[in-house]
């Protein structure tokens, strides 16, 4: 939502970059001990954390920027929300792991939750549904993304704070190319306060906070079963609707909310009697 409600304000590279340039220097102080320890597996891991930092810090957030432009939040919300059944593909393609039925029917369940919230509960809203130039953009930020949760396995096994310095440095390094063609070639980032609330808010909590959750989460329980809970992003967007923009929570909140809580359930449920391969450390 910030991503689209600033894209007047500031470009679309520009915001991913000092985005992931502004979480590395805030992360930098914290994790610079653990770097220094984890240096030579870091090194020894170039590879794969070159890969990794293309796919889930330099490729994902820029594609949803520059999308934005020429799409909106409803299919923003939509195409994202098919990642849950992409990381299943990632994980039967990639390491040939397959999808119980159990997990699939969890999956539609909660996305038919995110597809109630995102309709407004109505079907006129689905009908009029249309495919905007911005939508292939979002569907490859996805797909990107999706590849890199399943990858996460690969991750070199160094301390957290190290793994996300490293990633961070990487996808900004990646992204400083074209952050300078746009700014002098497309359109110039320019400072203003509606600029700095905006990256000063994804530097924090979408970079920062998120990855560090998020990485974690994958190391403990594994990609497919971390993914039925990015359904959970149009429930908080609309709580905190109500709580900040003085929105409602209209029924069809309510119902979507249900059925999102009934399919993260079931997956739950069905890793517990099928338990996989452990992804934890101990």
Known sequence: MVGRAVNGAVPPIALAYWRWTGALALVIAFAWPHVRRDLPTLRRSWKELLLLSLLGVATFNTLVYVALRSTTVINGVLLQSTMPLLILLASFLLYRERTRPAQLAAVFVSLSGVVVIVARGSWQVLREFSFNPG??????????????SVLLRKRPQVHPLSFLAATFA???LLLLPLFLWEHLAVRPFRVTTVALAAVGYVCVFPSLLSYLCFNRAVELIGASRVGHFLHLMPVFGSILAAIFLGERLQGYHLAGIVLIGAGIGMATAAARLHPGKSAAKK
């Open 135 to 148: 939508d292939g953009w979002i569907f490859l930020a996805v797909a990107c993304y999706a590849v890199y």
């Open 170 to 172: 990487l996808g900004s």
